[in-house]
């Protein structure tokens, strides 16, 4: 089993930045795609980004593309989302999860950090 652990968020008014980090424990955090998630209230968890086992691809949602940016750092068993130009429809708790590969389930899930963007 893999334990992720996100932290980040906080309050920000629109157009500021967040970044948010997941740490990620087990001795194979390499093999595992690595995606984003987030859930605003009374609305579906949707996804947000994510990035392969190496950090060498990456994809967006439509919604968040050319604001957000994932990334990685294998060494440290962190995962990054740094957040650019924040608007208030970005307010959400934002899950960090793994997969085996791409196109698979993500099987595993952090318990998420909550991201509030006032205007």
């Known amino acids: 089993q893999v334990q992720l652990v996100e932290s980040g968020g906080g309050l920000v008014q629109a157009g500021d930045s967040l970044r948010l980090s997941c740490a990620a424990s087990?001795?194979?955090?390499?093999?595992?795609?690595m995606g984003w998630f987030r859930q605003a209230p009374g609305k579906e968890r949707e996804f947000v980004a994510g990035i392969a086992g190496s950090g060498g691809t990456s994809y967006y949602a439509d919604s968040v593309k050319g604001r957000f940016t994932i990334s990685r750092d294998n060494a440290k068993n962190t995962v990054y989302l740094q957040m650019n130009s924040l608007k208030p429809e970005d307010t959400a708790l934002y899950y960090c999860?793994?997969?085996?590969?791409?196109?698979?389930?993500?099987?595993?899930w952090g318990q998420g950090t909550q991201v509030t963007v006032s205007s």
């Open positions: 999860a793994a997969s085996t590969g791409w196109a698979k389930m993500y099987e595993y």
């Open positions: 087990g001795r194979t955090f390499s093999r595992y795609v």
